[in-house]
């Protein structure tokens, strides 16, 4: 098979990339691991930047989105009994989306779908082949779908295919340098069928530990509590969590606090993760292939969106105007923004869990961190700015 791109990976990644590359009468070969339910079946989170907003409308999957997101203009951050509100219209004139990640997806499979564009799903032994650093061959991908080996040839590969996939071991490894940082803790989180706690979210640093309460809708609440890394779901009740998280808010939320039986109940480990560099000639990764963050900024979806924006923009500079030099410097111009994602999510990690081996002194500068965003305006507004998202 010939095409012009070969999309690895049908996650939200790939999927935004292939659906822009179809407005803009590119032509690309998306390969999913998986099939199209057990991707939509990921329970991910739910906060969209101003960028991925704009991203979902040029590429026209922005319907439900717009009618059944709920635009959020502020969030409350909570420590010890107190808490504040930080309002993101004000300073950045921009709210946030909350729409779940499971709903971009399914939209961007449903647009899929009506394209025509070739999906393969249940894909096995996917392979690179031909690419070199100063991306003179043809690469190609080969890989088995429904027991039949296939073979694409292509014009660049798109390494949409997450943390644990083949595109970023696929850069030699004296070609790449990765850095990596491993929080002492983890975050159980629930979904229950209750009206969320309030109406916006709220971030808590608790002596027990963090806290976040969240949403999907009026009626379909999101819900974490940090655990230590080695904790077992099975050890978690759901009588446990919610006292657990109870403890946590301030007691005027957790006197509101509806509970109920959790329809989901998992816990995740929490790193910080970057790969240099984010391409190798003809090779390109996006999104969790290059990058992990901390959920506690939200900014997982988010910086693969904007990924996908320099390297949708480079291809369409390519095909269309002849123009490589966007190719060229894609790696250099994503990764500024990603390690700008990577320190926001970094600071609110650190400035909102209690950490096994903090001190008393540790403790007074979490504290005075938190005095001062409450009490410094722009403090609050580079806060805004980093959760609304950084231009792009
Ligand atoms: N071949 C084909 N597909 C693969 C392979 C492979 N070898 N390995 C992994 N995949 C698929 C996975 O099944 C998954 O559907 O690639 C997709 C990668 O999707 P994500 O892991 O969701 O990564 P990404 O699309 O970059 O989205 C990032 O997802 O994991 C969350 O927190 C993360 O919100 C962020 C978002
Ligand atoms: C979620 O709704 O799942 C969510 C929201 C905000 C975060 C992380 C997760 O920072």
Redesign the pocket.
């Known amino acids: 098979m010939q095409t012009q791109v070969v999309i690895?990976?049908?996650?939200?990644?790939?999927l935004l990339l292939a659906q822009l590359l179809h407005v803009r009468g590119i032509e690309a070969v998306v390969?999913?691991?998986?099939t199209r339910d057990y991707?939509l079946g990921?329970i991910?989170?739910g906060v969209l930047e101003r960028g991925i907003i704009a991203l979902l409308q040029e590429a026209q999957v922005e319907t439900r989105m717009a009618t059944q997101g709920f635009a959020h203009h502020g969030t409350v951050i909570s420590y010890d009994d107190q808490h504040f509100r930080i309002d993101f219209t004000d300073h950045t004139d921009h709210p946030v989306m909350v729409y779940g990640?499971t709903e971009v997806t399914r939209d961007l499979y449903d647009a899929r779908e009506k394209t025509g564009g070739q999906t393969f799903f249940d894909?096995e032994e996917?392979q690179i082949h031909n690419t070199d650093l100063d991306g003179t061959a043809r690469p190609r991908v080969t890989f088995t779908a429904d027991g039949t080996s296939q073979d694409i040839t292509c014009d660049y590969i798109a390494g949409?295919?997450?943390?644990?996939?083949?595109s970023r071991q696929s850069i030699p490894e004296d070609r790449r340098k990765t850095y990596e940082k491993v929080y002492p803790f983890g975050w159980l989180g629930i979904l229950s069928e209750t009206p969320p706690v309030h109406h916006e979210l709220i971030y808590a640093n608790a002596e027990r530990g963090f806290a976040l309460c969240s949403m999907r809708n009026d009626h379909l609440s999101r819900y974490y509590v940090q655990c230590p890394s080695d904790d077992d779901v099975a050890d978690w009740s759901d009588d446990r969590f919610w006292s657990e998280l109870a403890a946590r808010i301030p007691p005027d939320f957790a006197a509101r606090l509806q509970t109920g039986p959790s329809i989901e109940k998992s816990i995740a480990p929490l790193r910080s993760f970057v790969c240099e560099p984010m391409q190798y000639g003809r090779l390109f990764l996006?999104?969790?292939?290059a990058h992990i963050v901390p959920?506690t900024g939200a900014k997982?979806?988010n910086t693969?969106a904007s990924d996908v924006h320099y390297l949708y923009r480079a291809l369409w500079a390519h095909y269309l105007d002849d123009d490589s030099t966007k190719l060229a410097t894609y790696s250099a111009t994503a990764l500024s923004r990603v390690w700008k994602a990577e320190r926001f999510s970094w600071w609110m990690t650190s400035t909102l869990h209690r950490f096994p081996q903090m001190n008393a002194f540790d403790l007074r500068m979490q504290r005075a961190e938190l005095e001062f965003l409450r009490s410094n305006t722009a403090a609050q507004a580079a806060l805004a700015q980093n959760y609304v998202g950084l231009p792009y």
Request: net charge positive; with cysteine.
């Open positions: 690895i990976g049908g996650g939200p990644s790939g390969l999913e691991r998986k991707v990921r991910r989170a990640q894909v996917v949409c295919d997450g943390f644990h996939g083949v996006c999104g969790d292939a959920p997982g979806l693969a």
